[in-house]
């Protein structure tokens, strides 16, 4: 077993409860802070699914933000937020507030509601690390006007997996469509890399017209030019670094004339032996009705405005990524820009995984990535009201099965265990459950997450009088002490509920 050291552990809240000591009411400005009561979870034990179930204004995503600080400053591990309420919007931000000393301390914490946001350390500890962590961020949003620094969310179309565009379950067309795809996807790549985007023009329509200048050709010649195709030799000699001279030629020559797009399509396609291949059954099978339906789609999605002209400049994967959800009002779009998300996140990590068993241990560099969803019930429902909600849930599926091998984790949080999937939630071993109102709610949820043999009647109880705030942990993350009070989430929270003032009687 390898060591672990005091910066291993997540430090999430503070055995305590009714009777708080007095010590938590001072600054901890000039003392160490004390960690006697801090209940702390090696980050080892985050090596599984996670999930998080109570009722609403309970305080889970309050938890769920202290929670990602200590993962992001304890460990190397990346998040991204799969963010459905704004609520972590503002996660790179420090809350001023909660160290202001000009708050009366009993305004921090009310003993007889027993909530408050309380922490240990000083402000300049906390802001030192995770100014340093935060300098990898970056938020992904459809809001107009942007803030600085903000990412635009839009989907690069290579990454839209094929179960999304099948309309129909029929064999045919699916078929069609995968090998439509697997060559478009090859062709926008191809683009991607030779062009600079300084002409304007983008991707999208250079490979549609590709496909359209095909279409344009009698069958008769196509026929021919199929025949040309398989008897000309796949030259590997012509180089990569050709490459992107012949892709020129090829828009260049407008594509017209027989003779014309054979010798271009020829060249493209001997520019990678990929692409030789997937076009082969493009031309061969192809009914232009699958073809049409399939630039429909495109277009139909780029009219919406969710359709990157380029991929993403850098390869590079952020350490903490928000996607903000309620820039996109269409559940159909939010689904497609979680099936990229989720297929990307998914490639990056088998790929890396390929890579590196490739390698010495001793060389592989991966770290863990935390795919983080609130209001999880939403898009990982138990009756899915659509297909592509079906999908997207079948992605969460594969990764709650089998991502854990490569590296992926999640952590989910729901208001309703009942509609949540059961398959998913069948393969969470961290549980959290905060305050739920009824013994019978407290019931069906200890059933739901497979505890029924694991908790007193006592805690049952307990469960049902929680404060805001009050967490018990269960299975594989528990330890002794599994009820604590969660400690104080340092960044901003980004949703903000009604101003109490209206709340109150006009006077
Ligand atoms: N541990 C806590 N200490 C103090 N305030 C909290 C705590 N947990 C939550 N809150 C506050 O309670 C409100 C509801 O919390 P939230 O996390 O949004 O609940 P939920 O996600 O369960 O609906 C928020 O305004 C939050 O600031
Ligand atoms: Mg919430």
């Not at 269409?330 to 990229?340: F, G, I, S």
Request: charged share 30%.
């Amino acid at each position: 077993m390898s060591q672990q050291n005091e910066d291993t552990f997540l430090d999430l809240g503070w055995l305590v409860d009714e009777h708080l000591h007095p010590k938590y009411w001072v600054e901890s400005k000039n003392r160490n802070p004390d960690y006697s009561d801090m209940v702390r979870i090696p980050t080892k034990k985050m090596d599984k699914h996670t999930v998080i179930i109570a009722q609403s204004g309970s305080g889970k995503s309050y938890f769920l933000g202290r929670l990602i600080e200590e993962i992001i400053i304890k460990s190397k591990s990346r998040c991204i937020i799969l963010d459905p309420n704004g609520d972590f919007r503002k996660i790179s931000e420090i809350d001023d507030d909660l160290w202001n000393n000009n708050q009366p301390l009993s305004e921090k914490y009310d003993i007889k509601t027993g909530i408050g946001k309380l922490t240990l350390e000083s402000k300049e500890d906390f802001a030192k690390t995770w100014r340093h962590s935060v300098q990898d961020f970056c938020i992904k949003t459809n809001r107009v006007p942007k803030e600085s620094g903000d990412q635009e969310l839009k989907i690069w179309w290579p990454s839209v997996s094929l179960e999304f565009l099948i309309q129909q379950n029929d064999p045919r067309t699916t078929t069609e469509m995968f090998h439509c795809h697997n060559w478009a996807k090859v062709l926008f790549n191809q683009f991607a890399q030779m062009s600079d985007d300084t002409n304007g023009e983008d991707i999208i329509s250079k490979v549609k017209n590709i496909f359209k200048s095909l279409q344009d050709i009698p069958s008769e010649n196509r026929v021919k030019m199929i025949q040309k195709l398989r008897t000309t030799p796949n030259d590997k000699s012509e180089t990569a670094s050709t490459h992107p001279k012949l892709l020129d030629s090829l828009l260049s020559s407008g594509l017209s004339g027989l003779g014309d797009i054979t010798k271009t399509l020829t060249k493209i396609i001997n520019t990678s032996s990929e692409s030789m291949e997937k076009a082969k059954f493009v031309f061969e099978s192809y009914s232009w009705d699958t073809v049409n339906s399939y630039f429909g789609l495109i277009e139909q999605y780029q009219s919406l405005g969710i359709l990157a002209k380029r991929p993403y400049s850098s390869n590079h994967k952020r350490r903490l990524e928000v996607i903000d959800l309620p820039s996109i009002n269409n559940n159909e779009l939010r689904a497609l820009v979680l099936n990229t998300i989720l297929t990307e996140e998914w490639e990056n990590a088998t790929q890396k995984w390929e890579d590196a068993m490739k390698s010495p241990r001793s060389e592989d560099k991966r770290v863990p990535t935390f795919i983080i969803l609130d209001e999880a019930h939403n898009f990982i429902p138990s009756n899915p009201r659509s297909r592509h909600e079906t999908l997207v849930r079948e992605q969460f599926r594969t990764i709650a099965a089998e991502g854990r091998k490569f590296g992926l984790f999640l952590i989910l949080v729901s208001q309703r265990a009942d509609k949540l999937d059961d398959l998913v939630l069948s393969e969470c071993s961290n549980k959290a459950i905060m305050h739920l109102d009824s013994q019978s709610m407290v019931d069906q949820v200890i059933k739901r997450l497979g505890l029924e043999y694991d908790i007193e009647p006592s805690v049952r109880t307990k469960i049902t009088n929680f404060k805001t705030g009050r967490i018990f942990l269960a299975g594989n993350w528990a330890g002794d002490d599994s009820i604590f009070f969660c400690a104080a989430r340092r960044t901003l929270e980004g949703g903000r509920n009604l101003d109490d003032k209206y709340w109150a009687r006009a006077t």
